[in-house]
């Protein structure tokens, strides 16, 4: 059995992501499951999804996938290391053995430069030019010591992928696939069926959910979409932040997850005089921190995410079972009496009280709040 799984966000489903299903669903057959771990309600640059979960899901299963498990906030939203490790992890539990995934160009080597990458002594991970990004100066090593410069997005993610498979011993087969269409930040195409997850966004926020996305989401999502009233976004969330931020004490702030080396005085002097949150990021951004990272560690502090919490939700994980497929549902009845994953069906208030299921309860409430839709309790798995 050749049991394929993506790693994913959907943010929203797109074309793109439909092509690598059908390169997936050619992998697997006609038999063998697909199964999906994607992010939440919270992506990985440190956003809002602007569609809940359960819509990325039934998107995704309609479009292919048999299983679609949610990834713990605590790995969702994380760096690219820690997310690619979490993620890897979590589908060597669900019995995975190859791993599809989109990059600029996929005739590149990623088993072999994740392997060198590896292995470079951590002396030479010590960044502290800070007159440089730590992103350049890391692709900078990674040219100087593999030989190769990687600076694309996907690719970027893939190598992060590969460094994260070879950690964990290689249980995964990696295949890339080329991306079709636009890049992965690209501004809108004025033709093409494939755009970004970043130009849909950026419409769907100006222009709504209007006819145009047809050509490029699936029909029940661009539905979805429709009957939404309101796009999460940072702006809207801002003040919020302000407030948090204003509010709490110095004390409080160091508490935060990735809060350090003073960035709690920083944040807390710039938002008095920020008025919007892309002003808020210019104002504490430095060459030694990135915008994601910033981002993350924004919405660390308005969900008030502490060390202790994540630890916590790393010592004992749990991955929400989101939606199956006939194929999906029968592979997870064989799995369920093999793995070591602690998979969840229903949310409820036993399976909260601790863990990665507590904390998604947690920073699930503000989602719910600004969409007034529950997002776990009283939920079941889609079935497709």
Request: net charge negative; charged share 20%; proline share 3%.
């Amino acid at each position: 059995m050749s049991v394929v799984g993506i790693i994913a966000e959907y943010n929203p489903f797109h074309s793109g992501h439909e092509f690598l299903m059908n390169q997936a669903r050619y992998l697997a057959g006609s038999r063998d499951p697909i199964v999906v771990i994607m992010s939440g309600n919270y992506v990985q640059r440190g956003e809002m999804a602007i569609i809940d979960k359960w819509a990325r899901a039934q998107a995704a299963l309609e479009s292919g996938a048999d299983l679609v498990f949610e990834l713990p906030f605590s790995t969702s939203v994380q760096p690219a290391d820690l997310f690619s490790l979490g993620s890897i992890d979590q589908l060597v539990k669900l019995g995975v053995s190859d791993l599809v995934f989109g990059v600029e160009d996929a005739s590149q080597n990623f088993a072999y430069l994740g392997s060198r990458i590896a292995e470079i002594p951590q002396s030479h991970m010590d960044f502290s030019d800070y007159s440089q990004t730590y992103s350049t100066q890391y692709n900078q090593m990674v040219a100087r010591e593999v030989g190769h410069e990687v600076n694309e997005p996907n690719a970027i993610l893939a190598l992060a992928y590969a460094v994260a498979n070879h950690n964990l011993g290689e249980p995964l087969s990696l295949h890339p696939i080329s991306r079709i269409g636009a890049g992965h930040d690209d501004l809108l195409h004025d033709s093409g069926v494939v755009q970004s997850g970043s130009a849909i966004r950026n419409i769907i926020l100006h222009n709504g959910a209007n006819g145009d996305l047809n050509q490029w989401l699936p029909e029940k999502e661009v539905e979805n979409l429709q009957q939404q009233k309101v796009y999460p976004n940072w702006n809207i969330l801002f003040p919020f932040l302000k407030y948090r931020l204003e509010s709490a004490t110095y004390t409080e702030l160091r508490q935060i997850y990735q809060m350090s080396e003073g960035l709690e005085y920083k944040m807390k002097h710039e938002i008095h005089l920020a008025q919007t949150f892309t002003e808020f990021l210019r104002r504490i951004k430095s060459k030694r921190y990135t915008y994601s990272r910033l981002r993350r560690l924004s919405l660390y502090t308005l969900l008030n995410v502490t060390q202790d919490d994540m630890i916590a939700s790393f010592n004992n994980e749990a991955i929400l079972l989101l939606g199956y497929s006939k194929i999906g549902q029968k592979y997870l009845k064989q799995i369920r009496k093999e793995t070591s994953a602690n998979i969840v069906s229903k949310v409820d208030q036993k399976n909260t009280k601790t863990g990665s299921l507590h904390l998604q309860k947690r920073v699930d409430r503000l989602f719910e709040q600004v969409m007034q839709t529950d997002q776990n309790f009283g939920r079941r798995p889609l079935e497709v």
